[in-house]
């Protein structure tokens, strides 16, 4: 391994630059950088490249102390952080609605335990149009770097102290190990594979094994150039050409990894044309802003975002642009170049202040959280909306008259819900959460003597019998959970059996406008898990229903929509933005495949079909409120007054039905 060289490289400077410059123009939404966000792998790359080789060379020379390395890393990282969270938390105030402040705060206090990524995993798809919704978002990135500074310094001087293991292996194995894990988890889970540390450490170890051993293989002259123009390629395709339809990070990550990586290794010899270029100043000297401008840019475009309730136009892009560069450069001209100066401010002063400044946005995050994202600070009309909403969920939540448990403990948590007059015909609502959404809305508007209502519901869990799907949540228990509600049907005595779910994430080639999540894959248990359609999977469940004894009724797709209707709306009526449209084109796009599997479907004179959104859209648009009421309680699920005009109409098909 060779001595570590801590001469200073303008062209790595620069190439942070190229990498905040795509990832601000991909979030800014400027045409052609589509996969600007792999802007963040260039960041893990470098930031590998620069810590791995000075962990490995004090610790060999016997200087290494965690004190001293976690002294350099909150110098870097807390201050510049820290003021843009004062920032956000203020600005928030006045823009965001009690639930958003609510989760921003909560997502603070994820931030300041150095959990970011993990925080977001569970709430947000980085891709999904819900992320401009959520002014901390981008902090998943530095969750990822802060976890590998805690963990791998510890790591090598463990390994180091006890057994003399080479910190150069030891960054192999976990970068190997990483790899590994992102290639078999992107086929699992690609949220959990893009915010979580196993699967990204690889791209820092990569960095890191190119500082610690490039050294002893020097690049030639005659192959500097070249091998920079390689990189430089890659890192332009990786840019310019993948997008959100790709499972990333996955194997598409070795483009812009290897485009940094080569880029790297070629400008060991500073003389050629492109590290030049990459080291000139302006270039130089937006690289030395990457930090603050990463930091700042993105609450600026959510709050806009928020505010306009509509995508950015040019002017107010580059104003956003111009703001962060500005704010960029006070950052590092008036604290964080005086702050890693270790000359002009002591250690002691840097604690006292990040440590008073950190209390002070933890402080504020609590408060914010227990009390509700501030509700007092939401005009007359959005605290009545507030409270119809808090009420809707009291009622939705009322309890069954009966529950009728199915199978063992594992399924203690889904019994059937019954209810309404027993000597009546029984419908069974079955299905995943839209089936729980519309039987909550019949047993709230539909008089109970008119039928006996059953609700056989199981998040994620399609009512399709013999096939298991791509989706992770409740995938071991759906298939048990299907043959029991149908073995229900068949000894309870069902009469009609209402098919309902969230189809398009089973058959549509694009993103939820909400969530952004993709479309999952169905599989044949019946056929070695072979492919099948929607389609192909809805016949069979509804010959298996009718063997049983039912009739079948198909409901549609509800109309997705790419932002929280009521947290919107209380918005909007305390005068912050306006009501976005949600457009019907966009609706017909998503659900092309359901709706064609559908019309198949209906031609059977056996079943009948019922489609949601010939109720809550017109030609042009869908509805969301209708007065003073919400029709949705988030993106995708229908208020009880949401689901009245589809009740009305199931009533009359459900009477017709035999």
């Not at 992102?182 to 450490?201: A, G, K, Q």
């Not at 002063?349 to 008073?356: I, L, N, Y």
């Not at 009322?398 to 015909?425: M, Q, V, W």
């Amino acid at each position: 391994m060779n001595k570590v060289s801590l001469d200073y490289r303008a062209d790595i400077d620069g190439l942070r630059a190229v990498s905040a410059l795509a990832i601000v123009f991909f979030h800014l939404g400027f045409t052609g950088f589509s996969g600007g966000f792999v802007g963040v792998d260039i960041f893990f790359v470098i930031s590998g490249y620069l810590i791995v080789p000075k962990l490995a060379s004090n610790l060999q020379a016997g200087t290494f102390t965690l004190a001293k390395f976690y002294e350099n890393r909150i110098r870097r990282i807390l201050p510049a952080l820290l003021l843009v969270l004062l920032f956000t938390t203020f600005a928030g105030f006045f823009i965001l609605g009690p639930r958003e402040y609510s989760e921003y705060a909560a997502s603070t206090l994820a931030v300041l335990a150095f959990g970011a990524n993990i925080f977001f995993n569970d709430r947000s798809d980085y891709f999904a149009d819900a992320a401009h919704q959520k002014p901390f978002l981008h902090a998943w990135s530095l969750g990822i770097e802060e976890q590998f500074y805690i963990i791998i310094p510890c790591l090598l001087l463990l390994l180091w102290t006890a057994r003399r293991q080479s910190p150069g292996k030891v960054i192999v194995w976990v970068t190997l190990l990483s790899f590994i894990y992102n290639l078999v988890f992107i086929r699992i889970n690609e949220t959990h594979t893009f915010y979580m540390p196993m699967s990204r450490f690889w791209e820092l170890g990569l960095g890191g094994l190119l500082g610690l051993y490039s050294g002893q293989f020097k690049v030639h002259s005659r192959y500097a150039l070249p091998l920079g123009v390689l990189g430089m390629a890659l890192l332009f395709v990786a840019i310019f050409s993948v997008d959100d339809s790709l499972a990333y990070p996955g194997i598409t990550a070795l483009l812009p990894v290897l485009g940094a990586g080569l880029l790297i290794y070629a400008g060991q010899l500073r003389d050629n044309g492109l590290s030049k270029l990459l080291g000139c100043w302006p270039l130089r000297y937006i690289g030395r802003l990457s930090y603050s401008l990463y930091l700042i840019h993105w609450p600026l475009i959510v709050f806009v975002r928020l505010y306009l309730s509509r995508p950015l136009e040019l002017f107010e892009q580059l104003a956003i642009l111009a703001f962060s560069f500005v704010w960029a450069a006070m950052s590092w001209h008036f604290m964080e170049s005086k702050i890693l100066n270790k000359q002009t401010m002591s250690y002691k002063s840097v604690k006292w202040g990040t440590g008073f400044a950190a209390s002070l946005c933890g402080l504020a995050a609590i408060i914010i959280v227990n009390n509700g994202g501030l509700v007092e600070r939401m005009s007359e009309r959005s605290q009545v909306l507030l409270s119809d909403i808090r009420q809707e969920k009291l009622t939705m939540k009322s309890e069954c008259a009966k529950t009728h448990p199915l199978g063992g403990e594992a399924f203690s948590r889904y019994p059937i819900c019954e209810d309404g007059n027993t000597d009546a015909r029984k419908i069974l609502f079955w299905g995943d959460s839209h089936a729980e959404m519309i039987g909550d809305g019949f047993r709230a508007l539909v008089a109970p003597n008119l039928f006996q209502l059953a609700i056989a519901e199981m998040p994620s869990c399609s009512p399709l019998v013999s096939v298991l799907t791509s989706r992770r949540k409740n995938r071991e228990l759906c298939g048990d959970f299907v043959n029991l509600v149908l073995e229900y049907v068949q000894k309870s005595e069902v009469d009609i059996v209402v098919l309902a779910g969230r189809w398009a994430n089973l058959a549509s080639s694009v993103r939820s406008p909400g969530d952004g999540g993709r479309s999952h894959q169905i599989f044949d248990r019946e056929a070695e898990n072979a492919p099948v359609s929607l389609q192909f999977a809805l016949q069979r469940t509804i010959a298996a229903i009718e063997a049983a004894g039912a009739s079948v009724l198909v409901l549609g797709p509800v109309p997705e929509v790419p932002f929280h209707v009521p947290d919107t709306l209380v918005r909007t009526r305390s005068g912050i933005g306006q009501l976005p449209e949600v457009s019907r084109t966009q609706f017909d796009l998503r659900q092309a495949q359901v709706l064609a599997a559908l019309q198949k479907i209906h031609l059977s004179p056996s079943v009948q079909v019922l489609y949601p959104h010939d109720y809550l859209c017109d030609e042009v648009a869908c509805a969301v409120e209708n007065g003073a009421l919400a029709l949705y309680t988030d993106d995708d699920h229908l208020s009880i007054e949401g689901t009245r005009p589809i009740i009305e109409n199931l009533v009359s098909s459900l009477q017709a039905l035999q």
